[in-house]
């Protein structure tokens, strides 16, 4: 089974809340339709629009992301899936990727909501990084930190192996945070800081050091999302 992440641009004649509508309802259960083995819907809807961490370096930012698992990359079903979404954005881009979780997210009913909101952070690997140094900064130190000095509940790390699909951006790394929903607009919360200004200084600057160390911080897209599970990877017939 592979894994493949494919970023969403919104359609700028569509609703916002009707598009991520679409997305996780009737584009799903194409999707699911086809036999993918697992499938993800994070769309950047209503309910995170005060999120107060929103960082983009592109002209208009990723609206949404849909992770996909399949049997092989190299079959026609991942060539269905990409027409769908495709269909359903403005701009596509998708990534095959190595997933690693480093804190289990807390399972949910498929399809509803989950707990609070997933922040994904898009990386890219600066040249001056070797790139096993720079994942060895990456998931062997920086993770440590970043669990620590966050109030995360779950966190999900995919290391970009290529892109699939034409002219798709460099990305190398793409992270997913679960964060408690007083942490859309509570640095605070956020940081799991108690209230206390001296201990939220410390864990933002172990934080900054820590991401400095692999250059995670020069080009970084960051896109707050609500998470909905279509199909978890691995289910039998008899649990779909």
């Avoid at 309910?47 to 208009?60: G, I, K």
């Amino acid at each position: 089974m592979e894994k493949v992440v494919y970023i969403l641009w919104q359609p700028p004649a569509e609703d916002l809340a009707d598009w991520c509508v679409k997305l996780r309802g009737r584009v799903s259960e194409q999707i699911l339709a086809t036999g993918a083995q697992g499938l993800q819907v994070n769309v950047s809807d209503n309910d995170v629009a005060t999120a107060m961490l929103r960082l983009t370096s592109f002209d208009t930012p990723i609206m949404a992301v849909v992770s996909v698992w399949v049997d092989t990359v190299a079959g026609s079903m991942r060539s269905t899936v990409e027409q769908l979404l495709d269909s359903a954005s403005a701009v596509l881009a998708g990534y095959l990727v190595t997933e690693s979780v480093p804190m289990a997210v807390p399972p949910r009913s498929l399809g509803a909501r989950a707990e609070g909101f997933s922040n994904f952070a898009f990386l890219r690997r600066p040249d001056e990084f070797a790139p096993d140094a720079w994942l060895d900064r990456w998931q062997n130190h920086h993770t440590k930190v970043a669990i620590e000095t966050q109030d995360t509940f779950g966190y999900v790390q995919n290391v970009v192996v290529r892109a699939v699909t034409p002219n798709a951006p460099p990305i190398d790394g793409i992270v997913e945070e679960l964060f408690r929903a007083e942490a859309l607009g509570d640095v605070h919360a956020f940081y799991g800081s108690g209230g206390d200004n001296a201990e939220l200084a410390r864990r933002l600057h172990l934080m900054m050091d820590s991401v400095a160390t692999f250059g995670g911080e020069r080009i970084l897209d960051v896109v707050p999302t609500s998470r909905y599970v279509l199909r978890a990877p691995g289910m039998s017939e008899h649990e779909r």
